[in-house]
C-alpha cells in the first residue's frame, strides 16, 4: 500500500507524501530484517525531506529511523550521528512518543559503543518520558533495552525486573516483535537461573511469536512480496528508459533540422563574411599602424615622465652636495692664506707662531676631510638608490628612504625656484620593521608624491597671496598672510602592513576630478608642463608590490595620498 502511496504522491509531485512513504517502506524493511534496504529508502526520504521548505515533524522520525538501521548494521558511530540530529532537530516539535523513541534510540547508540553509563542516562530520559505521556508503545522496549544493558554487567535481578515490566507491557499492547525480543531475554535470564519452568514459559512464547511473524508461511508471502515488487520496479525503470529514448529520438530529429537549417544560413552568410574579411583586414591594418604610433607615443611620453623624476632628483643631490663642498672650498681658501702667514714667521724665525699655525691649519685639513667625506656619502648613497633596477627586492628601511626623497624632492625644486619655500616635516614609527621592496621604484613613487604635494603647497601659496593683494588694495590696512605651507611624510605599523602618508596643506583635489587623478596621461598641469602619468605609474608600481594606493583630499583644505604596502 505504500508503494502504491508513493506512485500516487510521485505522480502530483507532493514532496512531503513521498517523504512519508518512503518512510515508511524503511521502516517495514527494518521489520523483515532487511536493513540495507530499510537503510536505502529511509536515505532517500530524507534527501526529498530536505529539499522541502516546509518544517516536517516527519524528518527527525526518519532521521532516527536512518541511525537505527546503521545500529542494527552495527555501524555504531554513523547511528550515534544520525540519533543526536534527530534529537536536536526534535526540540520545540510537540510529540511526545517521538522524543521517547528518540531518547531510547540514543541509549541504543552508546549502548553499541560501550558506553554503558552514557545510554542508562538516555534510557531512564525516555523511561520518564514514557511514563509521564503514557506511551505504552515505547514504554516496553525502553524497559526491555535497561533489562539487557543490567544483563550485560551481569546484574541479572535488576535486568529481570526490567525485562519483566517490559513482558507486562508489551502484552498489553500486543507488540509482536517486542514480544518476541522480551521473551527471549526472560528465557536467558530464567535459564541463567535454573528456573526451568520459567524458562519453558519463555521458550514456548519465543516459538509462538516466531512461527507466527517469522514462519514458513510468512517466509513464503515475504519473499513473494520482495519478488513482485522487483519486478514493478524493473517495469517502471523499462517504462522509464522507453520514455526517455523516444525524447532522445524526437531531439536528435529536431537537432538534424536545426542542423540543415544552420548550414543552409551558414553557407548564405558566407559569401557576405568573406566580403566583409577583405573589408576587415584593411581596418586591422590601419588599426595596427595606428596601435604602433600610440605605443610609440606612449613610451616617449614615459621617458619623459622618467626624465622629468630624473631631473628632480639631480636637483637635489647637486643641492645636498654643495653644502659641504662649499665647505672644502672655503676651508681650502683659509688654509692657502695660513700657509702664506706660516712661511712668512718662518722667515721671521717666529717658532711659537708657526706652531699657532700649524694647528689651525691642521684643524681646517680635518674639516676639508670630514665634509669630503660627508659629500662622499651622499654620492654613495644616491648611487645606491638609482643604480639601474633589476627588479629585485631587496629588504629596505622605508623610513630612511622616504626621509631621504623628501630631502631630495625639497631641495630639487628650491634648485629650480629659489622663491619657492615650504616647512616639512617627518613623523616616522620608529617599530616599523624593514621590508622587501624595489628601493628605486618605491623611492620613485616617493619622489611623485612628494613633488605633488609641494606644488601644490605652492599653488596655494601663490593662491594666498593674491587675496593677499586684492584685499589690501581696497582697503587702508595691510592683512597679514596667515597661510604658511606645509608637507608631512609619516609612516605607522599596522596589523598586517605598513601605512605612508604624504599629506599637504594645499588647495585639496576638486571632487569632479578625484576619480581620474589616477588615469594613464591625465593632468590638471598646462600643456607642456607634465605627462600625465606621474600618479599612474606610482599607482602601477604599488600594486605590483602588492600594495594600495589611495588619495583622501578635501577641497580648499589639503590632500593626503596613502600607501599602504603588506609587511
Known sequence: MQFEALEINRKIKDLQG???????????????????LALTYQLEANQIFLKSPIKNPAVPFNLSNIGYAYDLLERSDSALFYQKQAFSMSTGINHGPLKSLILSRL??????????????????????????????????????????????????????YYARRSFSHVTQSAQGLELLETSKLLFSLF??????????????????????????????????????????????????EKSTNRIKFTALLSAL??????????????????????????????????????????????????????????????????????????????????????????????????????????????????????????????????RTSEGKKELTDINALADEYLRLAYHGLRAKDKNFNADFKTDFDEKLQKIYVIPQDIGRVFLNLINNAFQACAEQLALSKSKGSAVSSNSSVMRDDTYKPLVVVSTRKLENSMEIRVKDNGPGIPNGIKEKIFQPFFTTKPTGQGTGLGLSLSYDIIKAHGGELKVATVEGQGTTFIIQLVV
Open 18 to 36: 513521498q517523504g512519508r512513504s518512503l518512510t515508511f517502506i524503511g521502516i517495514t524493511y527494518l521489520d523483515f530484517r532487511e536493513y540495507h
Open 107 to 160: 541509549g541504543n547508540a552508546y549502548f553499541s559503543l560501550a558506553r554503558k553509563d552514557s545510554a542508562l542516562v538516555y534510557y531512564n530520559k525516555a523511561l520518564q518520558n514514557a511514563h509521564m505521556i503514557n506511551d505504552r508503545i515505547n514504554n516496553g522496549r525502553i524497559e526491555r533495552k535497561i533489562a539487557e544493558l543490567y544483563a550485560s554487567d551481569f546484574r541479572y535481578d535488576s535486568s529481570l
Open 191 to 240: 535459564r541463567l537461573q535454573n528456573n526451568i519452568d520459567s524458562a519453558f514459559f519463555y521458550h514456548d512464547y519465543v516459538q509462538a511469536m516466531t512461527d507466527s511473524l517469522y514462519g514458513p508461511q510468512k517466509l513464503k508471502q515475504q519473499q513473494l512480496f520482495m519478488m513482485e515488487e522487483q519486478q514493478r520496479q524493473q517495469t517502471a525503470l523499462q517504462e522509464k
Open 257 to 386: 533540422g536545426f542542423s540543415l537549417l544552420l548550414a543552409f544560413v551558414l553557407i548564405r552568410n558566407n559569401r557576405n563574411k568573406q566580403k566583409a574579411n577583405i573589408l576587415l583586414k584593411k581596418q586591422k591594418g590601419k588599426i595596427e599602424e595606428t596601435l604602433s604610433e600610440l605605443k610609440l607615443t606612449q613610451s616617449q611620453l614615459i621617458h619623459s615622465e622618467k626624465m622629468a623624476s630624473l631631473g628632480a632628483l639631480t636637483a637635489g643631490i647637486a643641492h645636498e652636495i654643495q653644502n659641504p663642498l662649499n665647505f672644502v672650498n672655503n676651508f681650502s681658501e683659509v688654509s692657502s692664506e695660513l700657509v702664506d702667514d706660516m712661511n712668512k714667521e718662518i722667515d721671521s724665525g717666529y717658532i711659537g707662531e708657526v706652531k699657532i699655525i700649524a694647528g689651525d691649519l691642521k684643524q681646517n685639513l680635518e674639516k676639508i676631510r670630514h665634509h669630503g667625506q660627508r659629500a662622499s656619502s651622499i654620492v654613495k648613497g644616491m648611487l645606491e638608490h638609482s
